[in-house]
C-alpha cells in the first residue's frame, strides 16, 4: 500500500512541474531582411536594437531602444541605455529625423518576422 501511495505521489509531483514559466521569447535574436536581402536587425532582450550583420551599423533614424508591451515595439517611452563598446554612437548630426513612436508585431514565429512600421510592411528570417 506504501508503495503505491508513493507511486501516485510522485506521478502528481512529476505531472504538476512546469518546465519553462516563462516561454522563450522568438523576438530577441538576429534578423535579416527579405524585401533589402542585406539588412540586419537584431533586438536584445535589454531593449537595445542593433543593425547590422556584427551589430556595428550606425544608423541616423533608426531606433536604438524599446521597450516590449506585447506585441508593440515602444520607442518613445524606451529609455537610452548605453550601448555596446563596439557600437559608433556619434550619431548623425547633419540628419533630422523623425522618431517613430513604434513597430507592431504582425507575425513572429521561429523563422519570420513581420513588422509593421511607419514605412510599411518588413519581413525579416531568423538567422
Known amino acids: 500500500m506504501k508503495r503505491l501511495l508513493y507511486s501516485l505521489s510522485l506521478i502528481l509531483l512529476t505531472l504538476a512541474c512546469q518546465r519553462d514559466v516563462s516561454p522563450n521569447d522568438l ?18 532582450a535589454d531593449g537595445i536594437i542593433l543593425y547590422g550583420i556584427d551589430g556595428t551599423l550606425r544608423t541616423c533614424c533608426g ?12 520607442f518613445r517611452d524606451a529609455p537610452a541605455k548605453p550601448l555596446p563598446a563596439f557600437v559608433s554612437s556619434d550619431g548623425c548630426p547633419n540628419v533630422r529625423c523623425a522618431p517613430e513612436a513604434g513597430w507592431l508585431i504582425r507575425t ?3 523563422d519570420q518576422l ?14
Open 114 to 127: 513581420v513588422l509593421q512600421t511607419s514605412f510599411g510592411k518588413r519581413t525579416y528570417r531568423a538567422e
Open 27 to 44: 523576438l530577441y535574436r538576429r534578423w535579416r531582411a527579405t524585401d533589402s536581402g542585406s539588412g540586419y536587425i537584431t533586438f536584445r
Open 108 to 110: 513572429i514565429t521561429a
Open 63 to 74: 531606433p536604438r531602444f524599446f521597450i516590449r508591451q506585447g506585441g508593440l515595439l515602444n
